[in-house]
């Protein structure tokens, strides 16, 4: 095959590349070299994204296939990339975002030992690697590498500084939940195998193959999908962990958001978008799981006093939209939230760390308050990517959101109405962070206060480049009832979806029902806003507790309670049991058993081993006998 | 003669060789004793050449006829080499102990 896509591999092996000398040579590399290596790969890559998108936007798509990556029996599985429009943009948003955290990393991490520093930049080329592997592998097998690549590099980012127990536990228990995760994905992957004998996704999803599966295959593997995408994309019921995940450094938490890793599982769910279309029942259950997720996320973030906290929940509440849009089957607006969101969440994570850096470590917005002054620039780019979540025209997030309001409207008015309540909870504790960060009247220590200052350039200019990405991202997507034909994103990812739209059913709303909802929910959240704003902007630190709804929502549903006490109680339970029963019982009873048995009856025989001749030739001849009486008679 | 009569002999040999190696501790009688069920069934298998030379399907090519009574000589021989290099052994035991009674040699034990 003579396609110039072929040297698409280039993408990935570079970071590939970076990760290998940045490990390998983490003792010998300056920090400038390291941090220097660790983006400009990811620039690279990014560079041949943009190419590869080019052509894409050219309409040269395809598979790529270089070798056989497993070969048995009937069952070939080859290494192969797919490139086409929804892996074109997910290249362009995973390497472009990847590239300014990386940069912003340089200057943020400047603390850390150079060792330290290179295994940082060497972790997430790693991860940019999986992500990228992930996005572009042609079948699940090459899928469930990424898969599984950015899981391990989540659990070595998140428990980057492993010197506190805390953190390395939070790394485990990502890992942990997106291993159970994991599991339905493989599951569905054999499903895929055992019925169609392949897992490329041009032969499942085409026409034949998907002729030969029944419903209950399909809304089996969708199902099983889902469940691997709930542990990726945290959502009910395994989103515990994304919050944790704020362990890590605050620009790991930036790239964990907005650019790899948690959009793997709506990007997956995308991709099997014919499938999910052929499924009512779960597209269904994708719906509910992520608005239930969106409602709930939003609430706990009300009550959050940890400025990642928030911005964590605030994540798990917006992927919560982005399943609900692939649940009512709206996949272009899923993905359109994707991109705006990486945007605008990448900003609010690198503005956080901003914030964070200059209040040397201190994460509490108890303790922020006046941040305005002290840093302009974190300041005025912050505001504009909370104007970007909460959805206020013109902002990227208004349109994506929109869309997928709308999309929800149409399939039931109850989704709608959830949504909307949720964007405007958005709103609330978006300004409730801006208002406790920036307004008002420092609170912190006198030191704090002190130290306060702008951050170097390498960190603003990410910031500038995400704030000015964040304002006019959403032009892509222009609803038709403002410009006919605006919606590019739509017209350039219809091919990926064309079957998917053939299948479903299209409700189309009326002009001005579309005004109506967009009204409604942009005054929502201008409410939400305005109310968030006048009571935090002069907030000042109480030590009275939570009681009641708030209690219940600033400790998160008390949902870590319940699965510790339901799951991982019952298991400590049942593996002590099997420790001392089974095992120390059981098992080491039956070996030890065995020797002792092999013990005592040695210990009984060797009395038949006297050393007298005598009693020798009498036993042997006795057994001569027996032998002789077994022959005749026997 | 019957051949029952030499399976008797036989047998009535063998008992007593094995009796006495049971009940004797005398090396050179527990020998001798052996030797002794040795020759039972070299008795044994010389009376049963006979018997087959004399079965009416051997007479007519009586080549096999003499066969083992020849290996029973040979068996002789190589037992009495046997018995020289067994009765040096016993000599030797009775150089180092002092004793031919085989309940001493028990040195092994332990």
């Known amino acids: 095959m003579n396609n110039v896509l072929q040297i698409s591999w280039l993408i990935p092996i570079l970071p590939l590349i970076g990760f290998l000398i940045n490990g390998l040579g983490r003792k010998q590399l300056s920090k400038s070299v390291s941090g220097f290596l660790g983006s400009v790969v990811v620039l690279v890559a990014f560079c041949l994204s943009a190419w590869v998108f080019l052509q ?28 086409d429009q929804l892996s074109a943009l997910f290249l362009l948003i995973i390497t472009g975002i990847g590239f300014l955290i990386h940069v912003y990393s340089i200057s943020y991490m400047h603390g850390e030992s150079s060792a330290d520093f290179a295994k940082y930049f060497s972790f997430m080329n790693l991860f940019v690697f999986s992500m990228l592997i992930l996005v572009m592998a042609e079948n699940f097998a090459i899928m469930y590498i990424g898969w599984e690549g950015v899981g391990i590099c ?36 054999f499903w895929f195998i055992s019925k169609t004998g392949s897992v490329s996704f041009d032969k499942v999803f085409a026409p034949e193959a998907i002729k030969s599966l029944t419903n209950v295959d399909i809304t089996a593997i969708t199902l099983l999908l889902l469940v691997g995408a709930t542990g990726k994309s945290a959502q009910i019921p395994l989103y515990t962990w994304l919050p944790d995940a704020m362990a890590g450094p605050t620009p790991v938490s930036a790239l964990i958001h907005a650019a790899t890793m948690v959009t793997a599982g709506v990007y997956m769910i995308a991709r099997s978008n014919i499938l999910y279309s052929m499924a009512p029942l779960s597209q269904t259950v994708v719906a509910i799981v992520g608005l239930a997720t969106a409602v709930l996320a939003a609430t706990i973030a009300l009550k959050q006093n940890d400025i990642k906290k928030v911005l964590a929940y605030s994540t798990i509440s917006q992927l919560g939209y982005m399943f609900l849009a692939l649940g009512v089957g709206a996949y272009t607006g899923a993905i359109f939230h994707v991109m705006t969101h990486a945007f605008f969440k990448a900003l609010l994570f690198l503005g956080a760390g901003s914030v964070i850096h200059a209040m040397s470590g201190e994460q509490d917005m108890r303790n922020m308050g006046g941040l305005k002054k002290h840093m302009p620039i974190t300041h005025i780019t912050f505001l504009l990517a909370c104007f970007a979540i909460a959805g ?81 991202g959403g032009f892509v997507g222009i609803p038709e009832v403002f410009a006919a034909n605006g919606h590019h994103l739509n017209n350039f990812l219809e091919p990926v979806f064309r079957d998917s739209n053939k299948i479903l ?49 600033a400790n998160k549903w008390y949902v870590d309670e319940l699965y510790n006490s339901i799951i991982v109680k019952p298991m400590y339970a049942l593996g002590n049991f099997l ?11 039956l070996v030890n058993g065995t020797g002792r048995l092999v013990n005592y009856g040695s210990r009984q025989l060797r009395w ?21 009486i077994i022959q005749l008679f026997l | 003669m019957d051949i029952k009569a030499y399976i008797t002999l036989a047998m009535v040999l063998f008992c007593t060789g ?62 009495a080499a046997e018995v020289s290099v067994g009765l040096a052994i016993i000599v030797m035991l009775y150089r180092h102990t002092k004793s031919i009674d085989i309940n001493f040699l028990n040195r092994l034990k332990n």
């Not at chain 1, 406790?436 to 960190?459: A, C, D, V, W, Y």
């Not at chain 1, 420790?579 to 009873?589: A, F, P, R, S, T």
């Not at chain 1, 038949?608 to 006998?625: N, R």
Request: with cysteine.
């Open chain 1, 579 to 589: 420790n001392n029963v089974v095992e120390k019982k059981g098992i080491d009873g």
């Open chain 1, 154 to 189: 989540s659990y070595f980012l998140i428990g980057y500084w492993f010197k506190n127990k805390d953190y390395t536990n939070a790394g485990k228990k990502a890992f942990i939940m997106n291993r159970i995760g994991d599991l339905g994905f493989l599951l569905a992957a």
């Open chain 1, 608 to 628: 038949l081993q006297s050393g007298q001749v005598g009693a020798y030739i009498l036993l042997m001849v006795l057994g001569m006998l027996g032998l002789f």
């Open chain 1, 505 to 553: 059913a299209h409700h189309s709303l009326t002009h001005s029902t579309e005004y109506a909802l967009m009204a409604v929910s942009v005054v929502g959240a201008v409410i939400g806003l305005v109310i968030a704003w006048k009571k935090f902007a002069a907030y000042q630190k109480t030590d009275s507790a939570e009681s009641g709804l708030g209690k219940l929502l």
């Open chain 1, 56 to 83: 894409v936007l050219s309409g040269n798509t395809g598979t790529v296939n270089y070798f056989d990556f497993i070969h048995v029996g009937k069952l070939s599985i080859p290494f192969g990339f797919k490139i």
């Open chain 2, 18 to 79: 094995i009796v006495g190696v049971l009940i004797r501790r005398n090396a050179i009688i527990i020998f001798m004793c052996i030797e002794l069920m040795l020759n039972s069934v070299n008795l044994l298998l010389v009376a049963f050449s006979k018997m087959h030379a004399l079965s009416p399907a051997v007479k007519a090519s009586p080549t096999y006829a003499a066969d083992a009574q020849i290996f029973v000589f040979f068996i002789m021989v190589v037992a």
């Open chain 1, 392 to 472: 206020i025209p013109p902002f990227s997030g208004f349109f994506s959101k929109d869309e997928i309001l709308a999309a929800a409207f149409a399939k039931s008015p109850v989704y709608w109405i959830i949504g909307v309540l949720t964007a405007v909870m958005t709103a609330f504790y978006m300004f409730r962070l801006y208002a406790m960060t920036f307004k008002g009247n420092f609170r912190g220590t006198h030191e704090q206060e002190h130290h306060l200052h702008e951050s170097p350039s390498l960190i603003t200019i990410p910031l500038i480049v995400l704030a000015i990405l964040s304002v006019i």
